[in-house]
């Protein structure tokens, strides 16, 4: 048996296609930002729908849709839920260990001030674990050390989903870049020059917008230096090692650069004021001073972390564990599933098979790391198994509402793919003509909601973008770097995203306050990468590399 998408299942229109299977897409957004409801909560309920949706508008096969969603929940817990299990229960030892009260010293020793903390962690630390880790690493640690200095857990997530922006299109390891550079056959040594110097703009305003969230433009003014010092310090080296060096390393470089550029800077440089939450009034930061030793010690737990993780991120190791090692479980035919859907026109020149597989590589993942990482920290910082034991069975029940939502996101994602939804969506956006360098990175922006994937939505609408723009008489270099950048600010509002900081900081349940908030900055953000693409398609069009793409489908 095989089934071929419809894109245009409604009257062969696209349009009304589109409008009708959005439907679970509205019914997510008034669900988190109107009825308030708990994640998990509309995660379930808003897959229900895109079921019944799909298996109506389409004539899927019910147990095709099964199948893709099954699939979907699955990938929601490997590696996604992996690495958030793990990525919080390293941090609960660390806490149980109690050697976060020495880390905040030792941050303190740099600044109190709350926004230079900020700066430090939400940024240039999170953008190093997007560089070499991704999926949902960078929030959930450094969401869990701001809280550990102890930030509120609201704005410690609401600020590092924001501050996660600049380094997506090339974290982990340039993985989203090379994923759409394979899907358009587009060099992604060339994609890497456009999409380096938006990342590159886009760094240098993150940290101001990520303060200004924090506290207001009037408190933001004050630390301005430091802040443009943060951003500048990832932004020319990020964009150097992308034009020389290609994709893997801009995240990784940049973000070191600028945590050691930042923290050398708050060594010669303090604000007028220290900043510090309302309710904070009056806290006294200790002055007790520790030993060197006692203070890599207790940071000795992240240096190792961020050693296993670049590890682990790196080309070789991931070719060493692919071609030699092999320790993973590959289902190259998912039942059910592969070899049943068909694409068709216009997303592909003629039928052909949307294959469908499930590798579980289970050393190869992030969270494993992460969990080896967690082991060692069991050791360095003497807990007893018994104790480390108890502290995983809490972030198991911590954590149960949050693997909930994530399941059923990633179920969702899978089946708006192989029911035809995504493309759907897409093709709608595409046929808005000489509109469409507006609603280029608004459909990155759709695909990372539909998704909680910039790799996801590259291979979503990467090859939609190229065709699209090829039609239109249009660079294709820009609209598929423009998939890419508009992908990045998606994260705010991915559930997938809200969920993992909903999980690192306590708020489970509470996903409906953090949507509420990120869906604006998220648009904000939105509006200004559109700036970016306009000026560059038609004010400065040669500032983005000319090449001869192929554009058929």
Known sequence: MQWYQNYSAIGDSIGLTALVVAIPIFFLFWALAVKKM??????????????????????????????????GIMNGLFPIGWIIVTAVFFYNLTVEAGQFEIMKNSIASLSSDRRLQA?????????????????????????????????PPLPAAIICLV?????????????????MGKVT???????????????????????IAMLIV??????????????????????IPSYIVARLLGVTLPAVVGSITSLICTALFLMVWKPKTIWRFPDEEGVKVSDKKYT?????KAWSPFLILMALMGTWGSPGFKSWVANDLQWFVNIKHWPGLDGIVMQTAPIVSKPAVYAASFKWDFFG??????????????IILGIKPKTALR???????????????????????????????????????????VLFPIFSPVLGWLGVFLTGSVTSSAALFGKLQQVTAGQLGLNPILTVSANLIGGSVGKLISPQSIAIACAATGLVGKENQIFRKTSKYSVILLGIVIILVLIQAHIVPGIVPQIPVAVTP
């Open 292 to 296: 060197s030793g006692q203070v890599f």
């Open 214 to 235: 924090l506290c207001g433009w009037k408190k933001t003014k004050e630390v301005l230096p430091a802040a443009l010092v943060t951003g500048l310090s990832y932004a």
């Open 185 to 207: 056959g587009i060099s992604d040594s060339i994609l890497s020059l456009c999409v380096g110097l938006n990342e590159a703009i886009m760094a240098i305003i993150i940290p």
């Open 163 to 179: 501050a996660n922006v600049p380094p997506v299109p090339f974290g982990p390891v340039g993985t989203p870049t090379i994923t």
């Open 38 to 71: 708990k994640g998990h909560v509309a995660g379930v309920l808003t897959l229900l729908i895109a079921f019944v949706d799909v298996v109506l508008v389409y004539n899927m096969p019910a147990s095709v849709a099964f199948s893709a969603t099954l699939l």
């Open 119 to 151: 700066l430090l962690i939400a940024f240039a630390f999170s953008a190093f674990m997007e560089g070499a880790a991704g999926q949902g690493a960078p929030v959930a640690i450094a969401a869990a050390m701001l809280i550990g200095l102890g930030f």
């Open 365 to 378: 993942y992030a969270g494993t790391a992460m969990l080896i990482s967690a082991i060692i920290a069991i």
């Open 391 to 433: 502290v995983l069975g809490q972030t198991l029940k911590q954590l149960s509402y949050s693997l909930i939502t994530i399941m059923s996101v990633l179920g969702l994602a899978y089946l708006a793919n192989y029911s035809g939804m995504s493309f759907s969506l897409g093709l709608a956006f595409a046929s808005t003509g």
